[in-house]
């Protein structure tokens, strides 16, 4: 009885160390609101140009068809 309730104890430890590890990977992958980030001003604004290029695109099509 006493080697299996010691056994126990250490799978809970291991579990508990196992769980930690996971929270701390966790909160050092979530990017935090006052980190400035720059990749996300390059996003910004690789969207609004390919938001031109579409726009323009259009627009060239139908005034091609116009012709």
Do not use: H, W
């Not at 080697?3 to 799978?11: E, G, L, P, R, T």
């Not at 196992?18 to 929270?23: E, F, G, L, T, V």
């Not at 996300?40 to 579409?54: A, E, H, L, Y």
Request: hydrophobic share 40%.
């Amino acid at each position: 009885m006493i080697n299996n309730n010691n056994s126990d104890d250490k799978k809970v430890t291991v579990l508990n160390e196992d769980i930690k590890s996971r929270i701390n990977y966790e909160k050092e992958q979530i990017v935090r609101p006052n980190k400035k980030n720059g990749l996300g001003k390059i996003q910004f604004f690789s969207t609004i140009v390919m938001g031109f290029v579409v726009l323009f695109g259009i627009i060239y099509s139908l005034l091609a068809q116009l012709k």
